[in-house]
Every structure is written in C-alpha cells, then in structure tokens.
C-alpha cells in the first residue's frame, strides 16, 4: 500500500515536498516513481529511483527543479518540486515495482502498486 501526502496550493515560483509512504518493510526491493495527471491529459512520468536510491531518472519537464529521494529506513520516497510553474498542476501519484536489480522504469504499464493521489495546484 502506497500513501501520498505533502500535496497543496502554492504559488508559481514555490516548493513543495510529496511523500510516499509505503507499508512494506523491503521497500529497497521496490523501483518507486511519481507520475502526475492534469485534467483532460495522460498521465505522465515525472521521476523515479532504484530501490537503494542509488540510480534516478527524471522527466525533461522537470529536470534541475524536482529532486526525488527515499529513506528506505522511513519506507518512504520524497519529491521536492522547487521552481513550481502553472503548468507542474496536477494529481501526484506514487508507483511502486519490485525490482530487485534496480532497473529504472518509465510506463505506467510497468507499476505493479499505486497511490490515491495528491493534488499540487500552483497558481500564476
């Protein structure tokens, strides 16, 4: 079970940090990910991290403001979005897939455990 929360209303410029907090205890077996979806689009990869943290890929729509991150102790992975445009609105979900050689993945297609969701909203 996947849980997003850290999700709000800011303005354009702001940060935010979402968390992804997962019920597992091996969540360094787990590829995570945050994927985001406006209304009306596809929902669409933004990052995701091996399950040591060793490895990350991010989005090019994203790259240089958003950092993702886990603390395996915690069983939990972080996305600090900094610089938040208009455009970076949208529900943020958190995906999980047990990959034990920590491949990195960018289909939805290819998360096995996913989030309710958490709304970022950022007004101009």
């Known amino acids: 079970q996947l849980v997003e929360s850290g999700g709000g209303l800011v303005q354009a410029g702001g940060s935010l940090r979402l968390s992804c907090a997962a019920s597992r205890r091996t969540s360094a077996m787990y590829t995570t990910a945050w994927f985001r979806q406006a209304p009306g689009k596809e929902r669409e990869f933004v990052a995701t991290i091996s399950g040591t943290g060793t490895n990350t890929y991010y989005a090019d729509s994203v790259k240089g403001r958003f950092t993702i991150s886990r603390d395996n102790g915690k069983n939990t992975v972080y996305l600090q979005m900094n610089s938040l445009k208009p455009e970076d609105t949208a529900v943020y979900y958190c995906?999980?897939?047990?990959?034990?050689?920590?491949?990195?993945?960018?289909?939805?297609?290819?998360?096995?455990?996913w989030g309710q969701g958490t709304q970022v909203t950022v007004s101009s």
């Open positions: 995906a999980a897939k047990f990959s034990p050689n920590g491949s990195l993945y960018r289909m939805t297609s290819d998360y096995d455990y």
